[in-house]
Nanobody
Framework: QVQLVESGGGLVQAGGSLRLSCVAS????????RAWFRQAPGKEREFVAA????????YNAASVKGRFTISRDNAKNTVYLQMNSLKPEDTAVYYC???????????????WGQGTQVTVSS
């Protein structure tokens, strides 16, 4: 089965930046859509951003538009999430996912990472 490992989370001041990475264990799945979701305690898992297999199409949630950028390096089986101008409301566990099509619904993804904590202090 595919394993996804996120890294790059941590504690940052509001207005700061973090860059998350997610490496997939299987090169075969490099053609799949890659996405980032996040979940805060007591809240539903929410979509953050997604990127097509070619990297030519991206989609960002309205809450992060203009601040977060998703990118991928298929040769490295890696997807990135560059997060700038971070806000306290961005605090959550961030998960990367792999699925067959670009969608903002968690049900549309087949594989998930274990998550990495991002905490933004005011």
């Amino acid at each position: 089965q595919v394993q996804l490992v996120e890294s790059g989370g941590g504690l940052v001041q509001a207005g700061g930046s973090l860059r998350l990475s997610c490496v997939a264990s299987e090169r075969t799945f490099s053609s799949y859509v890659r996405a980032w979701f996040r979940q805060a305690p007591g809240k539903e898992r929410e979509f953050v951003a997604a990127i097509s297999w070619s990297g030519g199409t991206t989609y960002n949630a309205a809450s992060v538009k203009g601040r977060f950028t998703i990118s991928r390096d298929n040769a490295k089986n890696t997807v990135y999430l560059q997060m700038n101008s971070l806000k306290p409301e961005d605090t959550a566990v961030y998960y990367c996912a792999v699925g067959p099509s670009l969608t903002a619904t968690a049900r549309g993804y087949d594989y998930w990472g274990q998550g990495t904590q991002v905490t933004v202090s005011s």
